[in-house]
């Protein structure tokens, strides 16, 4: 096989995957590390795809690019629900919690439906629209004011004020990207600086975040790893991945999606 028509068949594989890693490239095309690297670094170089520790992925959007609540939805589900799982385990009757803006959070907040006696705060339309089809007489559910980005987060000085004026006792943060550079981003920089709001208010916070956030970078820098007290992500994470993460938040748990 002639290099270029290597370089389309692993172009059209990660394409397929989304990523995929020098030792399978290695595997699948039978030859040595030193040539899949060569072929990763024409596809970088020509900005079809992004070169990542150990392998590649598609090429990234730009870092100011959110895309809609409703496209985000269908990502990663089986992930997503396993690690809403444990989260939920987290919850336990009476507590005050806040849930920031994200499908992961969205899909947490009806399992919190279940719960009795919780105070839930947001500044997620969505987030608040799943508790709110789920009504519960003990439960207390305090959407912000503020303006809405494409997330359906509320953001700006209407949200801010009212989220400095609460104590909770959890901060469920979903969350565009993390890495060991930038920490855990956002592609909104109001969005960013209501989240951070959120994390002052919360005596814990816990991360939500599925594989395909690592090595992801939004523009505005929510919070450095070492801030999270509990970080919750899937098994898709690379060993590699996993080993950083686990030496700056304060608790990794890794979930495996059915």
């Excluded at 072929?39 to 990234?60: M, S």
């Excluded at 599925?210 to 898709?236: C, M, Q, R, Y």
């Amino acid at each position: 096989m002639l290099a270029q028509q290597r370089q389309s068949a692993i172009l059209e594989l990660i394409r397929q995957r989304g990523g995929v890693r020098v030792s399978h490239l290695v595997s699948r095309f039978g030859v040595s590390d030193m040539t899949i690297r060569r072929d990763l670094e024409v596809l970088a170089d020509r900005g079809l795809i992004d070169k990542v520790h150990g392998g590649a992925t598609l090429a990234g959007p730009g870092s100011t690019e959110e895309p809609g609540f409703a496209a985000k939805s269908v990502r990663q589900q089986a992930e997503k629900r396993a690690i809403v799982e444990r989260a939920a385990g987290l919850v336990e009757p009476g507590m005050a919690v806040a849930l920031s803006a994200g499908t992961t959070t969205a899909a947490l907040a009806a399992r919190l439906a279940e719960i009795r006696g919780l105070t839930v705060v947001t500044n997620s339309i969505p987030v608040a629209d799943a508790l709110y089809q789920n009504p519960r007489a003990d439960q207390t559910v305090v959407l912000t004011g503020g303006i809405r980005t494409p997330s359906d987060a509320l953001t700006g000085p209407v949200a801010e004020a009212a989220i400095a004026a609460l104590n909770v006792d959890l901060l469920f943060l979903g969350v565009h990207g993390m890495s060991p550079r930038t920490g855990f981003t956002t592609p909104n920089l109001l969005e960013a600086a209501v989240n951070r709001r959120l994390i002052g208010s919360a005596r814990r916070l816990v991360v939500l975040a599925d594989h395909t956030k690592w090595e992801t970078i939004g523009i505005a820098t929510i919070a450095p790893l070492e801030e999270a007290d509990l970080l919750i992500t899937d098994a898709g994470l690379p060993p590699e991945a996993r080993r950083q993460l686990g030496e700056q938040v304060g608790e990794l748990v890794v979930v495996r999606a059915d």
